[in-house]
Every structure is written in C-alpha cells, then in structure tokens.
C-alpha cells in the first residue's frame, strides 16, 4: 500500500465512467502557506470591518423595504408585519452562521463557490458559480433599471428626466431602452476597476445616506405615531389579522430582503484580518439590516391601517397622510441611494467569482487577470459590467428577477451542507501538483516500508525477531500498536456512518418540502412521501446529532476564526428553510435556470472538466501533505 490515494486522468481520452465521475466529485485544497499562487497575481488586502459594513449592508438595503412593507402588511402580516421580518431574520441569520465559518476558515475570492469546490466537489461547485454568475447578471440589471423611475420622481415627474436619461420605445425592436439604468451600470463598473478601497469608500457614503433616510422615517414617523395615537395599532381584527399562517407567509416574502450580506464573503481575499473581520462584517451587517426593517415596519404599519396602505408607496403616502408631502423627496432619495449601493454590492462579486473559476482552470484564464496597479480583476469587472449594461439597457428584466433567488438560496444551501461536512466528513485526501512527484514518491515508499513493518509485527510480538525469540535492541523502531489500527477503523466507519446520514437529511428535506408544497398530488400520495421525508430528515438528525464530529474540523483551513454553534441542527434547519423557499419559487422561474443551468453543464464538460488543475493532480492522506512539502523546496513558504 503506497502514499499515491488518486491521480486522476479524465480530460476527455478516457471512456470511463467512473473516471468521469471522479472529475465531478475531485477537491480543491484551502490556500495554504505552502501553495503560491501559479503564478496569480492577489487582490490587494485593503478592507476593514467598517468597509466590509458598508459592502454588507448596502448590498442588502435595496429599494424592496420601500415597497415590501406595503404589500406584505396588506396581503400577508396585517400589523405584524416586524414579527414577519424578525422570523426572516433569523432564518436569514442560518445561513449568515455558516458563511460566518467557513469565509473565516477559507478566505479566498469565490464565496459559496469556493467553498462547495472545497467541501463538496467540482461538479457542485461548478454549478453553484455558473448559478452565482446568473444572479449577479440579472440582479444588477433590475437594480439598474429601477433607478430611473426613482430619479424621475425627484426631478418632479415621470417624464422629467432628460432626453438623454429617459426610458424610450423602439418600435422596431419592441423594446423600451433605459439608457440611465446602462449609464449607471458603466459608471459603478468605471468605480470598481479603481480599487477595491476607493469603491468601498463610495458604497460606505451612498449606504450611510440610505441608513440616514430609513433612520428619518423611524424617527419623524415615531413622533407622528406618538402625537396621532398609533392608528394603525387600534383595529377591530388585532394584531394577527391573517393569523400565524399569515405571518409565516409574510416571512418566506421578506426574506429576500435579507439577500446581499454574501457580498462580504466575495471580498474574503482583500479582507486584512478575514478570521477576525469577516464573521464580524457578516453578522454585524446582518443584525443592522434587521434592526433597520424592523423598526421601518413597527413605524409605518403604526400610521397608517395595514389595509388602507398604498401597496407602491407605502412609506410616502404614510406621511403624507399626516400632512407632511414634502417627505416624499426624502423617501424618494433613500429609495435611490439604496438601489445605487444594491447596484454596486451585485456588480462587485461577480467579477471575483469569475477570477476564482478561472484560477482553477474552469473558464479561460482572461477572467483571472489582475490589474498590477489597482490589484482587482479588471478585465472581468469591465465585462461583466458591459454585459449588465446591455441587459439593462435593452430588458425588463423585471420578469426574471425570481432566477436571482435561486442562485442566492442555492448557495445558502450547499454552504449550510459544506458545513455537516467539514464537521463530520472533512476532505481526508488532499491534491498535490504533479511536480511534488518525486517527494509523494519517496515520503510513499518511506511508509510502504513502515506499513511493512508494522505487519510484521502483528505476526510476531513486539520485541522480537522472526529468526528468534530474544528481545529486539537496537533497532530504532517503533513498537506497533494495534490500538492505533482499531482507532483507524473506527474512524472509517463513523465517517461512513455520517456521510450516509448527511444523505439522508438532504434526501429527507427534498421529499418533505416537494411533497408539502406540491398541493394537486393525490392526498395519500403526498402524505405518504411527506411522512418518509420527514422520517429520513430526523432519523438522519438523531444520528449526526449522536455520531461525535470529526477531530480533523481542529485543524482544517486557517483555524482562529469563528466556529458556526449548534452544529448538526442549525445547519440542517437553514438547509430546510432554503431548500422549501427554491421549491416554492414557481415553475416558470425554474425551467429558465434549468435552461441555463444545461448550458453551464455542456460548458463545464467540453472545457472546464479538460482544463481544470486538478487533472493531473496527485491525491495523497492529508495527513502527510507537510512532509511531502518539507522534502520539496519548491513550495516552501
């Protein structure tokens, strides 16, 4: 039994369908003192907890909260309406624990990407970056495209911007043009290709112009409660008019509210201190944009009757019925500031996703080009940027807005399962260049001999020879300890064990939520798979819950860092709530990711499988990673 676990081969040659499946499932190791970097320029290391406070919450404060108070109040919560946005928040916060981790423990560009090729696979991974790149795509071109309408209200009317600005049809083509949404897009793209320090400095002053106008509606629209009475309070139909299904409805809505704090993991690279600031960022900005939602919702369902709300403008016709009109320009310009922040927290992890998947041999290496002046991945943030632009200018992307969800709740997804497996199955094997060949090779036959010897020794008692039964002296060997084989055992089997029943809680959580949201199938049926769902789900629980964690997760990636609490069941209940919000997405928005989706994978099997860097990588027990690096002085640090 030699070092060598793996060499995998698979770039197309080979007809082998295990080996192709291999390619799927191979892993990419944590950035490490000992692996430079390919000869990959890094991202400069610039940004602080305040920085990463503006990137965070100005990339989840978009313009929703100025309209979701008034559909969700009316339609769903009724007063409510903060009971609703706390529930999101805290299952917004699931996911924010678990990105909490492992950005802490792998700080490289990529977020959810980079952290399913590490914990899960390549194939995985591939998806949830193709995925990403959607969301990033569509999400900053409805940003853009819902900042005109806002601008023209403060230059006093739907058609007051200038000619050069204004939304214009094209009869031939049948498409309305806006050519602000394009122009902003270029502008923020310009901003990012500066540095990384320079735009965080302009996303912190549009964000803290935001906070200030959401800060002006709790507390103005405070007194105005106290002084008239809290009207909105004094209903007939209570506080729980539409009851606790009501609320939990109003709940799954807002809680796309809470979508933007992954940004602060895209930056993981160019944080100066990632174990310590980046848990920090998350959760930080996370807690403000909840207490900021929560408090905007106790004001305006307080003014004014949750049923006589104006579902589009809820906040400005509150105050303007208390006679104040002129708040409006106010609300207005919060309500632009924070699609402008939104704009720049969508457009700036897109780009470093990109770089990540290029750095990996997955797309062409012009995505991993870093400028040596600005250090950001200039080439990918200007593409990016121009293809935005276009979509922003030609598409009402409005209708493909719900594909943004689904690459955001995918990722939270298969962060919360890197998580069960960083804790109970943590990658064991770890990929070597092929250049190490000669250092694998020997550290390989150094234990091949002691593997040798230890058999021996299991035939033979400790302490004597085979030619005689006289103690053995001198010989510098270490007695054989069959409790160390059983340990080893052991270990295997509980790793096999936990994998098994991390199976069996995603299988459990696809039936239950299939099975609960899909209300034609015949009621036998559905209850039928819902119960077997439910029981894989907490069968699967019970035993992680019991199984004791890997003693590996002490040292996996940089240590130091925040460790995610109440491991197995928080991370089970985030990959439950994600999993239930993606079903119930409709059927219109999952055949146009599916569409997609087909399209990612016949481009990861024609050129991102051939090129990856983990072709020829050399997979060796991890456990003997540092000493093949110290026979080699190649990868010294």
């Not at 970097?37 to 406070?53: F, I, M, P, R, Y």
């Not at 005109?148 to 049948?174: C, K, M, Q, V």
């Not at 250049?435 to 400790?462: C, F, G, H």
Request: charged share 10%; with cysteine.
């Amino acid at each position: 039994m030699g070092l060598l676990v793996d060499q995998p081969n698979d770039g197309g040659s080979s007809s082998n369908g295990y080996s192709g499946f291999r390619s799927f499932i191979r892993r990419k190791q944590v950035d490490s003192v000992h692996v430079k970097s390919e000869g990959h320029q890094q991202l400069a290391k610039e940004l602080s907890v305040l920085q990463l406070l503006a990137i965070g919450v100005g990339s989840t404060i978009g313009a929703g909260v100025y309209v979701l108070v008034g559909t969700v109040a009316r339609e769903h919560s009724g007063p409510a309406l903060t009971i609703s946005f706390l529930i999101a928040g805290i299952a917004a916060a699931l996911s924010a624990f678990c990105y909490a981790e492992l950005a802490s423990r792998c700080p490289s560009a990529g977020s959810a990407y980079h952290y399913s090729y590490i914990c899960v696979g390549e194939g995985v991974a591939w998806l949830i970056g193709w995925a990403l790149i959607l969301e990033y795509t569509i999400g900053g071109s409805a940003v853009a495209r819902g900042i005109s309408p806002n601008l023209a209200l403060l230059f006093g009317g739907e058609d007051s911007l200038p000619i050069f600005l204004a939304r214009a049809y094209i009869p031939g083509l049948d498409v309305m043009v806006d050519p602000c949404a394009a122009i902003l897009v270029l502008v923020v793209t310009g901003l990012l290709c500066v540095g990384i320090k320079e735009s965080a400095f302009v996303q912190a002053i549009v964000t803290t112009a935001n906070v200030c106008v959401m800060l002006f509606v709790i507390i103005v629209g405070g007194y105005l409660g106290f002084k008239t009475g809290w009207a909105g309070y004094e209903l007939p139909s209570g506080y729980f008019p539409y009851g606790v299904n009501g609320v939990l409805a109003g709940s799954a809505t807002v809680f796309f509210a809470y979508i933007g704090f992954d940004s602060v993991a895209s930056t993981a690279e160019e944080v100066k201190n990632p174990q310590r600031d980046l848990p920090l960022g998350i959760g930080i900005a996370l807690s403000i944009c909840c207490s900021l939602y929560m408090l905007v919702s106790v004001v305006i369902v307080g003014l004014v009757p949750y049923s006589a709300m104006d579902p589009d403008t809820p906040i400005s016709s509150a105050f303007a019925s208390h006679g104040m009109e002129w708040a409006v320009y106010i609300i207005t310009a919060g309500a632009v500031t924070a699609l402008c922040s939104t704009l720049m927290g969508s457009i700036l992890p897109q780009p470093r996703i990109l770089m990540a998947m290029a750095r990996d041999g997955l797309l062409p290496q012009f995505f991993s080009d870093v400028n040596k002046h600005t250090q950001v991945p200039v080439k990918s943030t200007i593409l990016t940027g121009i293809g935005s632009a276009l979509l922003a200018f030609f598409m009402d992307v409005s209708q493909l807005a719900g594909m943004v969800s689904v690459g955001t709740l995918l990722a939270f997804t298969v962060v919360a399962i890197s998580i069960l497996i960083l804790r109970y199955v943590p990658p064991d094997e770890m990929p070597l260049p092929s250049s190490l060949q000669e250092s694998i090779d020997s550290v390989s036959l150094q234990y091949s001999n002691t593997l040798d010897i230890n058999r021996q020794n299991l035939r033979y008692p400790v302490g004597t020879s085979k030619d005689s039964d006289q103690p053995l002296e001198g010989k510098g060997e270490a007695p054989f300890d069959p409790l160390i084989v059983k340990e080893e055992k052991f270990n295997e089997e509980r790793r096999r064990i936990a994998a098994w029943n991390i199976t069996s809680v995603c299988v459990g959580v696809l039936l239950l939520t299939s099975s609960a949201s899909a209300e034609n199938l015949p009621s036998l049926f559905r209850f039928s798979v819902c119960g077997l769902g439910g029981v894989l789900l907490l069968c699967g629980l019970i035993a992680l819950t019991w199984i004791d964690q890997d003693n590996a997760r002490h040292t996996f990636g940089h240590t130091g860092g925040f460790i995610c609490p109440f491991v197995p069941l928080l991370p089970v209940a985030c990959i439950l709530i994600n999993v239930y919000l993606m079903i119930n997405l409709g059927a219109g928005t999952w055949t146009r990711v599916s569409v997609w989706m087909v399209v990612g994978i016949f481009i990861y099997l024609f050129y991102g499988r051939r090129h990856s860097l983990l072709l020829n990588a050399v997979y060796v027990p991890t456990a003997h990673a540092d000493e093949i690096y110290r026979t080699s002085g190649e990868y010294l640090a």
